[in-house]
């Protein structure tokens, strides 16, 4: 076996102490050491003989664990770390600007909610530059639109806070920057645009579109933001409020009561009228009767009958007649009762259409604000989006601030040493300009995650020479801050344009060029108070309208009037637009024009009312008059009635009063008659007696006095029968 | 593999290894044990471990050994912390430390660590001295004892020995009797 290389050749003593022996420590191995060295007098070490395969296997292990024991760093591990060291360089060099890209795209992308993109991303990590040749955020609550765009910028950042995973930029400067423009592909994240089914859109934008709905809410103008009825229009007018009228239902219900009377009682009036007139029929005939010749008993008992069941039978439809009265009476009281109401319920109903005119002395004094207010509300839901937007961006760096350390398991008590540490996201100064033929600059001064960190609040200044258009904002996000928001906008000779909802008032368009100074301050979690000045000119309205009608008025004013100034207070809360108080220039001098045209419009109107009421009203008086008629008349033909069959009851009773009368006369004439009868019976009987007694003196005595006494019983019972016939013939009840 | 740590252990304590490698081991397990782990001082001092020639295994085993009962003295740690941070002498450099990138990783401010850190610091070469002095006496004086007995013999003739013996090569040579 081969020989270990330091013994291949004497070694010096000092080489083999400090390589080899030094670096033994087991003591066989250094025995066995020294047992197969021996030290020349050259000072050198040697073998001292040949060694076995064993031996020779034992000391190439031993060499090789002497070479082991040498050096602090085990190089090995050293070399690998260094060459994943310089693969991570290299790799971080080759794929830098790529890495750089994404990180702050991803990073733009959790500010704004939406799909950002960088291109030509250039990072230099020694001097803490990033220049890009361009730069789209899109809107998170439009995804096909760009929120912003920049042409080409540069960033300086601070290397290291990026290192500590802060995000400080010292500056930012940018060319070419627009807002709004329009994208050709959806810029909504894939999280956002899963979450837009539910809530999320508005969680991704940080509510920003909590304000749109509520401050554009309507910007058209209309009759009641004038203060004026919604139509001119009388009928219309008139029509709008019928459904509240009560006149028509108590009409309605007279004329069905009175109509029901009508068809009831003229059929039972008829019905006793015929009665009536039979009854009238008989009593007629019977009072027709000659009493005096009636000269029999019989007769004259039939006709006391007679008279006393034609009186029944007058008491019975006197009676009937009477409690028909009296019901029929009744009804008609009740119906006319109604009818009587009828014209108050008219008046009210008058009186309901005529309060809902709108008093413009009292409600119309918002009349030019009205009209300026739609052009507000735009404008400043316009601006109200881009607060909410900043807003929500602010939010999310916010959300971005929570770095705090995460506490160890094993942990002591920290001691601070004073030292600021920056915020989490920080730009320090920006400046965004639009080059080319508009001139206009935006800078951004102290934004900050962690405003109480920095201590500062953020200040943002806007100004395009084009428009002339500023706007200062300071933002202030610190716990203790006493003004959130404090915002300053003015425009110089912003062209005003309204042509929507105009056309309620005839008009086509207003143009104007306004100057527009607006003061807003407040929070947005406690709502915002603000102001407007406004000054407009060159006021211009377009449409054919008639000179006298509203729309002309309008016209005339502002055609007439070279400035209108108007200031207004508000308040924006949650998304809606309150006007707490607006005036103009105009509101005492032209507001009486105004007013007396208005006055003389609502008269008009007012007049046009009053005749449509009567026009859609005057059938149902008809009706109802008709109805009352009818009820009259029938009450007329019953009482008619009743007249009659109280006559008739009369001339029953004076029948009723003559029958006894003539049963008397004949009663006593029958009694004459009877007496005669028998004082002629007696005379002839004593006539025959007499000639009896003188023909057969002895033996006609005998018969003489039979015939007699037989002759005087007959005519006695003959008499007393007829006296009795004629008493119970003649005996009338109550007799 | 715990079979095979145990042997390489077993080997180390007889090798040719410096006594003093694996005295540093110790030493460095003990200071591994010492420092709580969430902060970048341990994440380098498990780097210096495994960069500088110390046994990795020895290492570890007596970095788990010692952190068994280490939190015992942290109180004593963070006051030797607290004490190091609170020095005026020391704030500004501090101060000056937690203005810098990355450093404030190490938790530098934290009583705990900075006890640890320096309390480590202090015992390591006491530590380590110590250790490689037993290595020394267990080489000279207890391992020849130990091989020789009758109770280590009986037990390398076991299978469970021989099992050992066979995973790690390097053992034979030292247990001959094996």
């Given at each position: 076996?081969?020989?270990?290389?330091?013994?291949?050749?004497?070694?010096?003593?000092?080489?083999?102490?400090?390589?080899?022996?030094?670096r033994?420590y087991l003591?066989?191995?250094?025995?066995?050491?020294?047992?197969?060295?021996?030290?020349?007098?050259?000072?050198?070490?040697?073998?001292?003989?040949?060694?076995?395969?064993?031996?020779?296997?034992?000391?190439?292990?031993?060499?090789?664990e002497?070479?082991k024991n040498?050096?602090?760093?085990?190089?090995?591990?050293?070399?690998?770390?260094?060459?994943?060291?310089?693969?991570?360089?290299?790799?971080?060099?080759?794929?830098?600007?790529?890495?750089?890209?994404?990180?702050?795209?991803?990073?733009?992308?959790?500010?704004?909610?939406?799909?950002?993109?960088?291109?030509?991303?250039?990072?230099?990590?020694?001097?803490?530059?990033?220049?890009?040749?361009?730069?789209?955020?899109?809107?998170?609550?439009?995804?096909?639109?760009?929120?912003?765009?920049?042409?080409?910028?540069?960033?300086?950042?601070?290397?290291?806070?990026?290192?500590?995973?802060?995000?400080?930029?010292?500056?930012?400067?940018?060319?070419?920057?627009?807002?709004?423009?329009?994208?050709?592909?959806?810029?909504?994240?894939?999280?956002?645009?899963?979450?837009?089914?539910?809530?999320?859109?508005?969680?991704?934008?940080?509510?920003?579109?909590?304000?749109?709905?509520?401050?554009?809410?309507?910007?058209?103008?209309?009759?009641?933001?004038?203060?004026?009825?919604?139509?001119?229009?009388?009928?219309?007018?008139?029509?709008?409020?019928?459904?509240?009228?009560?006149?028509?239902?108590?009409?309605?219900?007279?004329?069905?009561?009175?109509?029901?009377?009508?068809?009831?009682?003229?059929?039972?009036?008829?019905?006793?009228?015929?009665?009536?007139?039979?009854?009238?029929?008989?009593?007629?005939?019977?009072?027709?009767?000659?009493?005096?010749?009636?000269?029999?008993?019989?007769?004259?008992?039939?006709?006391?009958?007679?008279?006393?069941?034609?009186?029944?039978?007058?008491?019975?439809?006197?009676?009937?007649?009477?409690?028909?009265?009296?019901?029929?009476?009744?009804?008609?009281?009740?119906?006319?009762?109604?009818?009587?109401?009828?014209?108050?319920?008219?008046?009210?109903?008058?009186?309901?259409?005529?309060?809902?005119?709108?008093?413009?002395?009292?409600?119309?004094?918002?009349?030019?604000?009205?009209?300026?207010?739609?052009?507000?509300?735009?404008?400043?839901?316009?601006?109200?989006?881009?607060?909410?937007?900043?807003?929500?961006?602010?939010?999310?760096?916010?959300?971005?601030?929570?770095?705090?350390?995460?506490?160890?398991?094993?942990?002591?008590?920290?001691?601070?040493?004073?030292?600021?540490?920056?915020?989490?996201?920080?730009?320090?100064?920006?400046?965004?300009?639009?080059?080319?033929?508009?001139?206009?600059?935006?800078?951004?001064?102290?934004?900050?995650?962690?405003?109480?960190?920095?201590?500062?609040?953020?200040?943002?200044?806007?100004?395009?020479?084009?428009?002339?258009?500023?706007?200062?904002?300071?933002?202030?996000?610190?716990?203790?801050?006493?003004?959130?928001?404090?915002?300053?906008?003015?425009?110089?000779?912003?062209?005003?344009?309204?042509?929507?909802?105009?056309?309620?008032?005839?008009?086509?368009?207003?143009?104007?060029?306004?100057?527009?100074?607006?003061?807003?301050?407040?929070?947005?979690?406690?709502?915002?108070?603000?102001?407007?000045?406004?000054?407009?000119?060159?006021?211009?309205?377009?449409?054919?309208?008639?000179?006298?009608?509203?729309?002309?008025?309008?016209?005339?004013?502002?055609?007439?009037?070279?400035?209108?100034?108007?200031?207004?207070?508000?308040?924006?809360?949650?998304?809606?637009?309150?006007?707490?108080?607006?005036?103009?220039?105009?509101?005492?001098?032209?507001?009486?024009?105004?007013?007396?045209?208005?006055?003389?419009?609502?008269?008009?109107?007012?007049?046009?009312?009053?005749?449509?009421?009567?026009?859609?009203?005057?059938?149902?008086?008809?009706?109802?008059?008709?109805?009352?008629?009818?009820?009259?008349?029938?009450?007329?033909?019953?009482?008619?009635?009743?007249?009659?069959?109280?006559?008739?009851?009369?001339?029953?009773?004076?029948?009723?009063?003559?029958?006894?009368?003539?049963?008397?006369?004949?009663?006593?004439?029958?009694?004459?008659?009877?007496?005669?009868?028998?004082?002629?019976?007696?005379?002839?009987?004593?006539?025959?007696?007499?000639?009896?007694?003188?023909?057969?003196?002895?033996?006609?005595?005998?018969?003489?006095?039979?015939?007699?006494?037989?002759?005087?019983?007959?005519?006695?019972?003959?008499?007393?029968?007829?006296?009795?016939?004629?008493?119970?013939?003649?005996?009338?009840?109550?007799? | 593999?715990?079979?095979?740590?145990?042997?390489?252990?077993?080997a180390l304590l007889n090798s040719n290894k410096r006594a003093a490698e694996v005295g540093?081991a110790?030493?460095?397990?003990?200071?591994?044990?010492?420092?709580?782990?969430?902060?970048?001082?341990?994440?380098?001092?498990?780097?210096?471990?495994?960069?500088?020639k110390v046994n990795?295994?020895m290492?570890?085993?007596?970095?788990?050994?010692?952190?068994?009962?280490?939190?015992?003295?942290?109180?004593?740690?963070?006051?030797?912390?607290?004490?190091?941070?609170?020095?005026?002498?020391?704030?500004?450099?501090?101060?000056?430390?937690?203005?810098?990138?990355?450093?404030?990783?190490?938790?530098?401010?934290?009583?705990?660590?900075?006890?640890?850190?320096?309390?480590?610091?202090?015992?390591?070469?006491?530590?380590?001295?110590?250790?490689?002095?037993?290595v020394?006496?267990?080489r000279?004086?207890?391992?020849?004892?130990?091989?020789?007995?009758?109770?280590?013999?009986?037990?390398?003739?076991?299978?469970?020995?021989?099992?050992?013996?066979?995973?790690?090569?390097?053992?034979?040579?030292?247990?001959?009797?094996?």
């Open positions: 076996m081969k020989t270990p290389r330091p013994f291949q050749k004497p070694v010096r003593a000092k080489r083999y102490e400090r390589k080899i022996q030094n033994i003591e066989p191995d250094r025995a066995f050491l020294d047992e197969i060295t021996a030290q020349t007098d050259e000072g050198t070490y040697s073998l001292s003989r040949e060694l076995e395969r064993d031996e020779a296997k034992r000391l190439k292990k031993i060499v090789k002497a070479r040498r050096g602090a760093f085990a190089m090995g591990k050293v070399l690998i770390l260094g060459v994943v060291v310089v693969a991570v360089l290299v790799f971080n060099l080759v794929f830098r600007d790529r890495l750089v890209e994404r990180g702050a795209e991803r990073l733009l992308e959790s500010v704004f909610g939406a799909q950002s993109d960088l291109v030509d991303v250039r990072f230099r990590p020694i001097a803490g530059e990033i220049a890009f040749g361009g730069l789209e955020v899109a809107d998170a609550a439009r995804p096909m639109t760009n929120l912003f765009s920049m042409a080409a910028g540069r960033v300086d950042l601070d290397t290291w806070q990026l290192v500590n995973g802060r995000v400080v930029v010292r500056e930012l400067r940018a060319d070419g920057i627009s807002f709004g423009t329009a994208r050709e592909s959806s810029g909504a994240l894939p999280s956002a645009s899963s979450e837009s089914d539910g809530d999320g859109v508005e969680a991704q934008s940080g509510g920003a579109n909590r304000g749109l709905g509520g401050i554009i809410e309507d910007d058209a103008i209309s009759f009641a933001s004038l203060g004026l009825p919604e139509t001119l229009d009388a009928e219309a007018f008139v029509a709008e409020y019928s459904d509240q009228f009560e006149t028509y239902a108590a009409v309605e219900s007279v004329y069905a009561s009175g109509s029901g009377y009508v068809e009831s009682w003229s059929g039972e009036a008829q019905s006793l009228l015929n009665a009536g007139l039979d009854t009238a029929a008989e009593v007629t005939a019977l009072a027709a009767t000659d009493f005096s010749s009636i000269r029999d008993v019989e007769t004259a008992l039939e006709l006391v009958e007679s008279s006393q069941e034609l009186f029944g039978a007058t008491e019975a439809y006197v009676e009937r007649v009477e409690e028909a009265y009296d019901a029929a009476t009744g009804e008609a009281r009740a119906i006319l009762a109604a009818a009587s109401e009828v014209p108050d319920l008219l008046q009210s109903d008058y009186q309901r259409v005529r309060d809902a005119i709108p008093d413009v002395r009292t409600q119309g004094t918002d009349f030019l604000v009205g009209l300026i207010e739609p052009f507000l509300r735009a404008r400043l839901g316009e601006w109200y989006d881009r607060i909410l937007t900043a807003y929500g961006v602010a939010l999310r760096l916010r959300e971005q601030a929570d770095d705090r350390p995460q506490r160890a398991r094993r942990s002591g008590d920290l001691i601070g040493f004073g030292t600021p540490v920056p915020a989490r996201f920080e730009l320090r100064n920006a400046l965004l300009s639009v080059d080319g033929r508009v001139e206009q600059q935006l800078s951004i001064r102290g934004l900050s995650s962690e405003p109480d960190r920095t201590g500062l609040p953020t200040e943002v200044e806007y100004m395009s020479d084009t428009a002339l258009e500023r706007i200062e904002a300071v933002i202030d996000g610190r716990t203790d801050a006493a003004e959130p928001l404090a915002l300053e906008l003015s425009v110089a000779g912003s062209p005003l344009a309204l042509d929507n909802g105009l056309d309620a008032v005839g008009l086509e368009s207003f143009t104007a060029r306004a100057d527009m100074a607006l003061g807003l301050r407040g929070s947005l979690d406690e709502g915002l108070d603000g102001s407007i000045d406004l000054q407009t000119r060159q006021m211009s309205v377009t449409g054919e309208v008639d000179e006298l009608s509203i729309g002309g008025l309008i016209q005339e004013l502002f055609e007439q009037t070279p400035i209108l100034t108007a200031e207004f207070l508000f308040r924006l809360d949650d998304g809606s637009l309150t006007l707490r108080d607006g005036r103009t220039n105009l509101d005492e001098g032209i507001g009486d024009l105004v007013q007396d045209r208005i006055d003389a419009t609502l008269a008009t109107f007012e007049a046009e009312v009053q005749a449509e009421l009567e026009a859609l009203l005057g059938p149902e008086l008809d009706r109802l008059n008709e109805a009352i008629a009818g009820v009259v008349d029938t009450e007329g033909a019953v009482e008619d009635l009743l007249l009659l069959a109280r006559d008739r009851e009369a001339a029953a009773a004076a029948l009723q009063a003559r029958a006894p009368n003539a049963t008397d006369e004949i009663r006593t004439a029958l009694e004459a008659e009877a007496r005669e009868a028998l004082d002629a019976a007696r005379a002839e009987a004593e006539e025959a007696a007499a000639e009896a007694a003188a023909a057969a003196e002895a033996a006609a005595r005998e018969a003489a006095e039979e015939a007699e006494a037989e002759a005087e019983r007959r005519a006695e019972e003959a008499a007393a029968e007829a006296a009795e016939e004629i008493r119970n013939r003649i005996r009338l009840p109550g007799f | 593999m715990i079979i095979r740590l145990v042997a390489k252990l077993i540093a110790v030493a460095f397990g003990f200071w591994i044990a010492c420092v709580p782990a969430t902060n970048l001082l341990f994440a380098l001092l498990v780097l210096v471990v495994v960069l500088v990795l295994g290492a570890i085993v007596s970095s788990l050994g010692f952190s068994i009962f280490i939190s015992a003295l942290d109180p004593l740690a963070m006051r030797l912390g607290e004490a190091i941070l609170r020095s005026p002498a020391l704030t500004d450099l501090f101060t000056r430390f937690a203005a810098m990138p990355i450093v404030p990783w190490t938790r530098f401010n934290d009583t705990l660590v900075m006890g640890t850190l320096v309390g480590g610091a202090i015992l390591f070469v006491p530590i380590t001295l110590l250790a490689a002095m037993l020394r006496l267990y000279k004086h207890i391992h020849a004892r130990i091989a020789n007995s009758k109770l280590v013999k009986a037990f390398m003739a076991t299978p469970f020995a021989q099992k050992v013996a066979s995973a790690l090569q390097g053992v034979r040579r030292v247990w001959p009797a094996a």
